[in-house]
């Protein structure tokens, strides 16, 4: 976190064997995501995420791509916010979907 802009991630590994299959289970994910706060009143923002469930099979990864913006009412504590999730699969047979989003948050 610099000044307004922020950037973050978080990446996961695991690697299980499971009784019932002749492999290890090995998956991984992450994900990174930057934000900017303009004049503490409007922070849009953009978050990719990569999951691939069993690294061993073709074809089950998944990504989402999120952009939106919130809009502070009071500065992280009160604020609207939309974004649109596009999702998308490595596997052709399976179809992308978007999300669309909008909410409102309150902390106290």
């Given at each position: 976190?610099?000044?307004?802009?922020t950037?973050?991630?978080?990446?996961?590994?695991?690697?299980?064997?499971?009784?019932?299959?002749?492999?290890?289970?090995?998956?991984?994910?992450?994900?990174?995501?930057?934000?900017y706060?303009?004049?503490?009143?409007?922070?849009?923002?953009?978050?990719?995420?990569?999951?691939?469930?069993?690294?061993?099979?073709?074809?089950?990864?998944?990504?989402?791509?999120?952009?939106?913006?919130?809009?502070?009412?009071?500065?992280?504590?009160?604020?609207?916010?939309?974004?649109?999730?596009?999702?998308?699969?490595?596997?052709?047979?399976?179809?992308?979907?978007?999300?669309?989003?909008?909410?409102?948050?309150?902390?106290?």
């Amino acid at each position: 976190e610099a000044g307004d802009f922020t950037l973050r991630g978080e990446y996961a590994y695991t690697d299980v064997a499971l009784n019932t299959s002749k492999y290890d289970v090995v998956s991984d994910a992450f994900y990174t995501e930057a934000s900017y706060t303009f004049k503490e009143k409007v922070t849009p923002f953009v978050r990719f995420e990569h999951i691939d469930p069993d690294r061993k099979t073709r074809s089950d990864r998944e990504l989402e791509s999120t952009f939106g913006a919130a809009y502070h009412l009071k500065l992280w504590q009160a604020l609207l916010k939309a974004q649109v999730r596009v999702h998308g699969y490595e596997n052709p047979d399976k179809s992308p979907y978007n999300i669309y989003e909008a909410g409102v948050a309150l902390a106290f």
